[in-house]
């Protein structure tokens, strides 16, 4: 008996409706990076992300320690620091040559912590840069704040 019921079940089943795709789902969206100092990094150096930070900013003989943030949006940038056993002095003659076409809108110095600090825009106003120099011990820390205005 059963085996009379199955076809008269299945009968009775709908049948199974055609179904459109769903659509990908939103995949995180890497930013294009264009800096007014050319070629960025898109990966990890020594350990450390360094993904959007122009390669410029990198300082020479310089040793990446850490990374924060993501570039997200527009204004939201990341902050990478670096030391060297190279003078404060040094790090800031090299960063001042490079930047020297970029309007130094900020900049504070507070001697009695061995800390400096400038913060440069492009011209058009598309990136911003943020250097910190401070020296602790035998080795001077740079810490640079870096954002595209536009992503």
């Given at each position: 008996m059963a085996i009379t019921l199955l076809p008269l079940l299945l009968t009775n089943c709908p049948k199974p409706q055609k179904t459109t795709p769903l659509p990908p789902a939103n995949e995180e969206k890497q930013p294009q990076f264009r800096?007014?100092?050319?070629?960025?990094?898109?990966?990890?150096?020594?350990?450390?992300?360094?993904?959007g930070l122009p390669k410029k900013l990198f300082y020479p003989r310089a040793r990446p320690t850490a990374r924060y943030g993501k570039y997200e949006r527009p204004r939201w940038g990341c902050s990478y620091n670096f030391e060297t056993t190279d003078s404060p002095e040094s790090v800031w003659d090299y960063y001042h040559k490079l930047l020297k076409n970029w309007k130094m809108v900020d900049?504070?110095?507070v001697k009695?912590?061995?800390y400096k600090f400038e913060t440069y825009v492009t011209k058009d106003d598309k990136e911003v840069v943020q250097v910190n120099i401070s020296r602790k011990n035998?080795?001077?820390?740079?810490?640079i704040a870096h954002t595209y205005n536009e992503l």
């Open positions: 800096s007014a100092l050319g070629e960025v990094f898109l990966g990890t150096v020594q350990e450390v992300d360094l993904t900049g504070n110095e009695e912590w061995n035998d080795k001077t820390i740079i810490v």
